[in-house]
């Protein structure tokens, strides 16, 4: 037991997550939601030629230079997701709450046109903007012939039992201290205790925390026709992922085993920076276009996991001793594609607008990168990156908000998003576009604004809890997110 324990030791130290850094961390952390003020959320995110609101900051920066006054504004945020997962047949489902500010921030406006140069007003801000929630939880169960115990096995192959802690300490190892697998001196391979016959599987998955972005920006204002403006963002995330999985035979005829519970849990920290150039113009005073650029975000994230096991045999459950648990570390870096979006607003009159974005994400251009890709022998992540080609492509997102005055000082809103998935058509992952819609009023005086959004989010994906070249493996999820939104800003 004390050779088993330096190995683990050694693990911790020199080897990264078995399961690895891959495709799916680079989407995570690449794709944004339409988090921001109760007005930007209203319209669905739709707000690229529009300006003079703070989530703006977070699609183009000019935005900001629409601020003619100075202006401080906070917003909170209240969600509700339900997720239903469909696996062989059998429903589940699972619900999550949070409550958590969506936006804050600080426009300090300064009026040029004493300059006498066409510069009218400059507009310093400092703003935080949530991008992301990845509060959630995700549940499934059913049958099915093929057991997580099958991967561990397969994983082990070759690898001879006094170096299995060693290799493998996450998954083989762990099974095969707690007598889940058997290992054959003729085949040099790991057998499941578990018989032929199908296992009911039940994984519960629970996700938390959040990519939020605070933004450095300066913008002006030339002779009410252009404006221009740059930030510099600095993201932040927190991700922590736990699940339990837990497999029991249903014939356990001639069986020792009889079920077995593998946990696993991870924390993600880390930030990145980005740069994002806007402009906006007024051709008419009906009309205003858009055209912001947001460069890719170098993000440096450290993982930190563990995973444990126990199975129940016929005579007893069998465990991991607390202090053969094993822990991993590792440090890396994750850069997103850069995006692209293209705005347009009509005016009508002066009671109401129309805008549409339109964003293009190149996510199969997301990398992973060593923590220092400089050093000699540093991991190239060569085989994940081909992954991240292979599996996404191009895609381009539309949002169309509008905005009326109904009666003096108080508005009436509504928008709608459409985006497609990320995936490649022949990946096999649903291609149904994930919707947004939205709705929200408002009222403001000159001292004052209040506003108050509701916006739902349907999402369909799959998930594949290991092998995904089995479609029996698949799980398929419907989600709903109700965002309700509360903002309310001061005039300066």
Same mark, same amino acid.
């Given at each position: 037991?004390?050779?088993?324990?330096i190995?683990? !030791?050694?693990v911790?130290l020199i080897v990264?997550?078995l399961?690895g850094?891959?495709?799916?961390?680079?989407?995570?952390y690449?794709?944004?939601? /339409?988090?921001?003020?109760?007005r930007f959320?209203? *319209?669905?995110g739709?707000f690229?030629a529009?300006?003079?609101?703070? @989530?703006?900051?977070?699609i183009n920066p000019?935005?900001?230079?629409?601020y003619?006054r100075s202006?401080a504004?906070?917003?909170?945020?209240?969600t509700?997701?339900?997720?239903?997962?469909?696996?062989n047949?059998t429903? @589940?489902?699972?619900?999550?709450?949070?409550?958590?500010i969506n936006?804050?921030?600080?426009? !300090?406006t300064?009026?040029?046109s004493?300059?006498n140069?066409?510069?009218?007003y400059?507009q310093?801000?400092l703003?935080y903007n949530?991008?992301k929630n990845f509060n959630k939880?995700?549940?499934y169960e059913g049958?099915n012939f093929?057991s997580l115990l099958?991967?561990f096995?397969?994983m082990?192959s070759? !690898?001879?039992?006094?170096?299995?802690?060693?290799?493998r300490?996450?998954?083989?190892?762990?099974?095969y201290?707690?007598?889940?697998l058997?290992?054959?001196?003729?085949?040099?391979e790991?057998?499941?205790?578990?018989t032929s016959?199908?296992?009911?599987?039940n994984?519960?998955?629970?996700k938390?925390?959040n *990519?939020g972005e605070?933004t450095?920006?300066y913008?002006e204002?030339?002779?009410n026709q252009?404006?221009?403006g740059?930030?510099?963002?600095i993201?932040s995330v927190k991700y922590?992922?736990?699940?339990?999985?837990?497999?029991r035979?249903?014939?356990?005829s001639?069986?020792?085993l009889?079920?077995?519970n593998y946990?696993?849990?991870q924390?993600t920290r880390? +930030?990145?920076? =980005?740069?994002?150039l806007g402009?906006?113009y007024?051709?008419?005073q009906q009309w205003? /276009?858009?055209?912001?650029?947001? @460069?890719?975000?170098?993000m440096?994230l450290?993982?930190?996991?563990t995973?444990d096991m126990?199975a *129940?045999?016929?005579?007893?459950l069998?465990?991991?001793?607390?202090?053969? +648990?094993?822990? &991993?570390?590792?440090a890396?870096?994750?850069?997103?594609p850069?995006?692209l979006r293209g705005?347009?607003?009509y005016?009508?009159?002066?009671?109401?607008?129309i805008?549409?974005?339109?964003e293009?994400?190149?996510?199969g251009r997301?990398l992973?990168?060593?923590?220092?890709p400089t050093?000699?022998?540093?991991y #190239?992540f #060569?085989v994940?990156n081909q992954?991240?080609? =292979?599996?996404f492509r191009?895609?381009?997102?539309?949002?169309i908000?509008?905005?009326?005055m +109904?009666?003096?000082?108080?508005y009436l809103r509504g &928008?709608?998003?459409?985006?497609?998935?990320p995936?490649k058509?022949d990946?096999g992952?649903t *291609?149904?576009p994930?919707?947004t819609?939205?709705i929200?009023?408002g009222?403001e005086?000159?001292?004052l604004?209040?506003d108050?959004s509701y916006r739902?989010?349907q999402?369909?994906y799959?998930?594949?809890?290991f092998?995904p070249?089995?479609?029996?493996?698949r799980?398929?999820?419907e989600?709903?997110?109700?965002h309700v939104?509360f903002?309310f800003s001061?005039?300066m």
């Amino acid at each position: 037991m004390l050779k088993k324990l330096i190995q683990l !030791i050694l693990v911790v130290l020199i080897v990264p997550m078995l399961w690895g850094q891959n495709e799916r961390d680079v989407l995570r952390y690449s794709t944004t939601g /339409l988090f921001g003020s109760a007005r930007f959320e209203a *319209m669905a995110g739709a707000f690229g030629a529009l300006g003079a609101d703070m @989530s703006v900051a977070q699609i183009n920066p000019a935005g900001i230079g629409r601020y003619s006054r100075s202006d401080a504004a906070l917003s909170f945020n209240n969600t509700t997701i339900s997720t239903v997962g469909n696996y062989n047949g059998t429903q @589940s489902s699972a619900q999550e709450n949070s409550f958590v500010i969506n936006s804050a921030g600080i426009v !300090i406006t300064t009026d040029l046109s004493g300059e006498n140069r066409g510069r009218k007003y400059g507009q310093f801000s400092l703003i935080y903007n949530r991008l992301k929630n990845f509060n959630k939880i995700e549940q499934y169960e059913g049958q099915n012939f093929y057991s997580l115990l099958d991967v561990f096995a397969q994983m082990g192959s070759g !690898i001879h039992p006094d170096f299995i802690y060693n290799s493998r300490p996450f998954t083989t190892g762990l099974a095969y201290d707690v007598f889940a697998l058997d290992y054959n001196n003729t085949t040099d391979e790991y057998e499941s205790r578990l018989t032929s016959g199908d296992m009911y599987h039940n994984r519960k998955t629970t996700k938390s925390g959040n *990519m939020g972005e605070f933004t450095i920006g300066y913008s002006e204002n030339y002779m009410n026709q252009l404006y221009y403006g740059l930030n510099i963002g600095i993201r932040s995330v927190k991700y922590n992922e736990s699940y339990n999985h837990q497999e029991r035979l249903l014939d356990t005829s001639d069986v020792t085993l009889r079920h077995f519970n593998y946990l696993y849990d991870q924390q993600t920290r880390g +930030v990145g920076v =980005n740069l994002k150039l806007g402009i906006l113009y007024l051709p008419t005073q009906q009309w205003r /276009l858009g055209l912001a650029y947001e @460069s890719p975000t170098i993000m440096a994230l450290t993982d930190e996991w563990t995973s444990d096991m126990t199975a *129940m045999h016929k005579d007893g459950l069998k465990y991991i001793e607390s202090q053969y +648990v094993p822990t &991993g570390e590792y440090a890396y870096q994750v850069k997103t594609p850069m995006k692209l979006r293209g705005s347009a607003a009509y005016i009508i009159g002066l009671r109401g607008a129309i805008n549409v974005d339109v964003e293009m994400a190149r996510y199969g251009r997301g990398l992973l990168r060593a923590e220092d890709p400089t050093l000699t022998g540093a991991y #190239s992540f #060569s085989v994940e990156n081909q992954e991240v080609e =292979n599996q996404f492509r191009t895609v381009l997102n539309t949002r169309i908000g509008i905005e009326y005055m +109904v009666v003096r000082d108080f508005y009436l809103r509504g &928008g709608y998003g459409l985006l497609p998935q990320p995936y490649k058509r022949d990946v096999g992952h649903t *291609m149904r576009p994930n919707q947004t819609y939205a709705i929200g009023l408002g009222w403001e005086n000159d001292l004052l604004r209040i506003d108050l959004s509701y916006r739902n989010t349907q999402r369909e994906y799959d998930y594949f809890a290991f092998d995904p070249s089995k479609p029996e493996n698949r799980t398929s999820y419907e989600s709903v997110a109700n965002h309700v939104v509360f903002s309310f800003s001061l005039k300066m």
